[in-house]
């Protein structure tokens, strides 16, 4: 008689990893979001946006190429891009090449709300990351999350 058994499918070490992955991911996107919003009053989608923003040459960004960073549609991103304007935090900007295309730049408003932000959440990632992780594990972890990174963008 045989008794070895095959191992159930979502018992499988693949999908807890993963698994892993998100509830982390979740964990700290809740965390930080709320800290953000209570210290600064913007939520975490928004401060990333901003950042996004200010790393681009000269501080501005197509507003197409906000759908990769926030992972929603270019209807979606358009809405947000309302509120954040509408908020004082952004402008929109004509690209002089092409009346199709509106690029996203910060305001006084919206650099000052990112400098203070940025304070907040470097706290926040510090005692959830940094304290948490030894320097090599720290390395591992960002060498691990930029080659899962090339995957996914091989895959678009």
């Known amino acids: 008689m ?3 058994r095959e191992q159930p499918v979502i018992e499988d070490d693949r999908i807890t990893t993963f698994g892993r992955l998100i509830e982390t991911h979740a964990l700290l996107t809740h965390s930080l979001d709320n800290e953000l919003r209570q210290a600064v009053g913007i939520p975490l989608l928004w401060f990333g946006v901003l ?3 200010a790393r681009s040459p000269n501080q501005i960004r197509p507003i197409s190429e906000l759908v990769a960073a926030t992972a929603f549609t270019n209807g979606g991103v358009t809405r947000l891009v309302d509120r954040m304007e509408a908020a004082g935090l952004v402008e929109r900007l004509p690209c002089p ?3 199709r295309v509106h690029w996203v730049g ?5 650099r000052d709300l990112l400098q203070r ?3 907040v959440h470097l706290q926040g990632i ?3 990351i940094v304290d ?3 320097a090599d594990e720290r390395a591992s972890l960002d060498a691990i999350l930029v080659k ?3 995957t996914a963008d091989a895959c678009r």
């Open 117 to 119: 932000g940025a304070e």
């Open 2 to 4: 045989d008794t070895t």
């Open 126 to 128: 510090q005692r959830r």
């Open 51 to 53: 950042l996004h923003v």
């Open 132 to 134: 948490v992780l030894d």
């Open 106 to 110: 910060l305001t006084e408003q919206g």
């Open 148 to 150: 899962l990174l090339g």
């Open 97 to 99: 090449s092409d009346r």
